[in-house]
């Protein structure tokens, strides 16, 4: 690693829905629709902001269409992957699957996977490599459970699942961290900015560790978890925070756009 002092790099923020299992295609082809129609003439309030969309892999064809016929400044991305890349896997979708349809992003270690699927530290670390290695963004999530507090600092288990999550990771490789403690998803109640805040920074300080200093001055780290469009300016002033990822909230058009366009209401 070089000794030359870090630049102080300026990170693009990401706004990002992840749709989880709702929306089939037709429904994705009508929202996206008109999130592009009611952000048409915003542009301004939104311009060095990326937004993204997760949506099932059923509707990914769908939003493809769209977004290249209409030439949409919207990315996509899957919202699981497969630690393989062809086979007898039955059910399973695959990095390659996803870069022939144009995805951007992948998310991998999703809470719902890590609990509902029990998914493994090495199988999400394996997600993610397969990411990585087709020309996919991943976003890695981390995030404790109200059980973990009651043992440990609020960011020792996000700190040891992104450890874990990244050990194929080098300097110049690309990929997204988000932090969604898993007691705000979906409670209506976010943690608060301050909370978001020490979080992130100790994960900026895992990526540092294991990853480099120029990829940790580099690499956005998102909040997800009850993010609205009334409490997102307070997780975009933190320092370490660089975005968001919105559930329930990324299903109302208005109230998405509403996020996308937080600079519009906040006041810095
Ligand atoms: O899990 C989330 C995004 O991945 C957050 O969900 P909610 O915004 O519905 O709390």
């Given at each position: 690693m070089s000794d030359a002092p870090v630049a102080e790099t300026r990170r693009t923020p990401l706004i990002a829905g992840n749709?989880?299992?709702?929306?089939d295609h037709l429904q994705a082809i009508a929202f996206v629709q008109k999130l592009a129609w009611t952000l048409k003439d915003a542009q301004h309030d939104y311009d060095d902001v990326e937004v993204a969309v997760f949506p099932p892999f059923t509707d990914l064809r769908s939003v493809q269409t769209l977004v290249q016929a209409d030439k949409l400044q919207l990315k996509y991305g899957g919202q699981d992957v497969s630690?393989?890349?062809?086979?007898?896997?039955?059910g399973e979708i695959s990095a390659g699957f996803l870069k022939k349809l144009d995805c951007d992003y992948v998310i991998v270690g999703h809470s719902e996977r890590r609990y509902r699927h029990v998914e493994s530290d090495e199988t999400i670390a394996a997600k993610a490599k397969a990411a990585k290695e087709t020309g996919l963004v991943p976003l890695i999530c981390v995030g404790e459970t109200a059980k973990d507090l009651e043992r440990h600092e609020p960011s020792a288990v996000p700190a040891n699942q992104l450890r874990g999550a990244l050990i194929d990771f080098k300097p110049g490789d690309e990929f997204v961290v988000a932090y969604e403690p898993v007691w705000a998803i979906g409670a209506g109640a976010a943690a608060t900015a301050e909370q978001a805040q020490n979080v992130a920074s100790v994960l900026r300080d895992v990526v540092r560790q294991v990853v480099g200093d120029e990829t940790a001055a580099t690499t956005r780290i998102l909040y997800g978890g009850s993010v609205k469009s009334d409490n997102i300016v307070g997780f975009m002033?933190?320092?370490?925070?660089?975005?968001v990822l919105v559930g329930g909230a990324s299903l109302d058009v208005d109230e998405f756009a509403a996020i996308v366009r937080y600079k519009k209401h906040a006041t810095y």
């Open positions: 749709w989880k299992m709702n929306f630690t393989h890349a062809a086979g007898a896997y039955t002033k933190c320092p370490d925070v660089d975005g």
